[in-house]
């Protein structure tokens, strides 16, 4: 068994909930404001949350992130995320399960999701860097290991840079997120790890068939943060100079969703994460473009402890993006994209040097 890769997932969980690794710049969703209506002519009570994400139906436009697996403790966090996902009716996706391909012993750690929630949506996750060396018969495991619904792909070549057992090739990538696309009948989402997705990255895998994009901007986790201090534990020094230096690389989550909105079009899902802490975030990413947006961090240390914890905060939200959502009469997640709002400055700038639209 590679020991390696099942310590560095435990330590990942540990840094992320003990140490000061959210990134130093912001969502910018706090440009976006929302135009209060004092007369909204609706019932808070006549609000609706559901919407249609891949094929199904959910109670609330929100995804709980891939986090673990591959350890008791992510065992642990996948049964009460599974668990709360079931009773709420939301999807869920894994982390990344490249650690069960090589040691099948801890197959179990991600498959407790589907044991304990045998009807939610559930999604697998597989990095970017290992596609190209993964055969079909790989691929049709991590899918059928935990009976997924769709399949997620990460992108994480900031990570993979500073982590010291990073794979920094990303050369024939898109060719085989290409070739998966076409040859499962699942969907296939394609997500970033906090550090955003750009027009063209949004436009080529569009192209690549891909149905949704999670993009996973800047301002919440910032696993070159997470880099740090590992390799500051391990006086790698360099290492550790480079998580320092490339802390907050990349595209604030709020520019990002317009930037996958303006490459994807409007037929591909558009998913709000990186920084996503209450219901007007969640709003002001549908606003924008989002379909729907996903949580990792805030779910984390709730899930180390209960599945009622998990949904506690998940219902907190939900009631936050319910009062947003009267404050501004939206009676549904549709009419929601149809209100009004002001973009103040730096994102304003960005749209307009970037020559982005709103398309919502």
């Given at each position: 068994m590679d020991?390696?890769?099942?310590?560095?997932?435990?330590?990942?969980?540990?840094?992320?909930?003990?140490?000061?690794?959210?990134?130093?710049?912001?969502?910018?969703l706090e440009c976006?404001?929302?135009?209060?209506k004092?007369?909204?002519e609706l019932?808070?009570?006549?609000?609706?949350l559901?919407?249609?994400?891949?094929?199904?139906?959910?109670?609330f436009?929100f995804?709980?992130e891939?986090?673990?697996?591959g350890?008791?403790?992510?065992?642990?966090i996948?049964?009460?995320?599974?668990?709360?996902a079931e009773?709420?009716?939301?999807?869920?996706?894994?982390?990344?399960?490249?650690?069960?391909?090589?040691?099948?012993?801890?197959?179990?750690?991600?498959?407790?999701?589907?044991e304990?929630?045998?009807?939610?949506f559930?999604?697998?996750?597989?990095g970017?860097?290992?596609?190209p060396e993964?055969?079909?018969?790989?691929?049709?495991?991590i899918?059928?290991?935990?009976?997924?619904n769709a399949?997620?792909?990460?992108?994480?070549?900031?990570?993979?840079?500073i982590?010291?057992?990073?794979?920094?090739n990303?050369?024939g990538?898109?060719?085989?997120?290409t070739?998966?696309?076409?040859?499962y009948?699942?969907?296939?989402?394609?997500k970033?790890?906090?550090?955003?997705?750009?027009r063209e990255?949004?436009?080529?895998?569009?192209d690549?068939?891909?149905?949704a994009?999670?993009?996973?901007?800047?301002?919440g986790t910032?696993?070159?943060?997470?880099?740090?201090?590992?390799?500051?534990?391990?006086r790698?020094?360099l290492?550790?100079?480079?998580?320092?230096?490339f802390?907050?690389w990349?595209?604030?989550t709020?520019?990002s969703?317009?930037?996958?909105?303006?490459g994807a079009?409007?037929?591909?899902?558009?998913?709000a994460?990186?920084?996503?802490?209450?219901g007007?975030?969640?709003?002001k990413a549908?606003?924008?473009?989002?379909?729907?947006?996903?949580?990792?961090?805030?779910?984390?240390?709730p899930a180390?402890?209960?599945?009622?914890e998990?949904?506690?905060?998940?219902e907190?939200i939900?009631y936050?993006?319910?009062?947003?959502?009267?404050?501004?009469?939206a009676?549904?997640?549709k009419?929601?994209?149809?209100v009004?709002?002001?973009?103040?400055?730096p994102?304003r700038?960005?749209?307009?040097?970037?020559?982005l639209e709103?398309?919502?």
């Amino acid at each position: 068994m590679d020991k390696t890769i099942i310590n560095r997932k435990d330590e990942h969980i540990y840094l992320a909930l003990n140490s000061d690794v959210g990134h130093k710049e912001t969502t910018w969703l706090e440009c976006i404001k929302l135009i209060h209506k004092a007369l909204p002519e609706l019932s808070l009570d006549e609000i609706e949350l559901e919407i249609d994400f891949l094929g199904r139906t959910f109670s609330f436009p929100f995804l709980i992130e891939g986090m673990t697996g591959g350890t008791e403790l992510g065992a642990n966090i996948n049964r009460n995320l599974a668990e709360a996902a079931e009773e709420l009716n939301i999807p869920m996706m894994v982390g990344s399960q490249r650690v069960a391909l090589k040691n099948p012993d801890v197959e179990w750690t991600f498959k407790i999701a589907r044991e304990t929630a045998p009807d939610i949506f559930l999604i697998a996750n597989i990095g970017a860097p290992q596609l190209p060396e993964l055969s079909n018969n790989d691929i049709e495991k991590i899918i059928s290991m935990i009976e997924a619904n769709a399949l997620a792909i990460h992108l994480n070549p900031l990570q993979e840079i500073i982590q010291p057992e990073g794979d920094t090739n990303y050369r024939g990538v898109l060719e085989k997120i290409t070739e998966i696309a076409s040859h499962y009948d699942i969907p296939l989402i394609v997500k970033e790890t906090g550090s955003g997705i750009s027009r063209e990255v949004a436009r080529a895998l569009r192209d690549a068939g891909v149905k949704a994009i999670d993009v996973a901007g800047v301002g919440g986790t910032s696993w070159a943060a997470v880099e740090h201090y590992r390799a500051k534990r391990n006086r790698d020094y360099l290492r550790a100079r480079l998580g320092r230096v490339f802390w907050s690389w990349g595209i604030p989550t709020a520019a990002s969703i317009i930037e996958a909105r303006n490459g994807a079009g409007k037929d591909i899902k558009i998913i709000a994460s990186g920084g996503i802490r209450s219901g007007t975030d969640i709003a002001k990413a549908i606003v924008v473009g989002a379909d729907l947006a996903g949580a990792a961090r805030p779910l984390l240390e709730p899930a180390m402890k209960s599945s009622d914890e998990v949904k506690k905060i998940i219902e907190e939200i939900m009631y936050e993006l319910r009062i947003a959502m009267f404050l501004v009469g939206a009676k549904t997640v549709k009419d929601l994209k149809n209100v009004d709002f002001v973009i103040l400055s730096p994102l304003r700038d960005w749209i307009i040097d970037r020559g982005l639209e709103i398309l919502r």
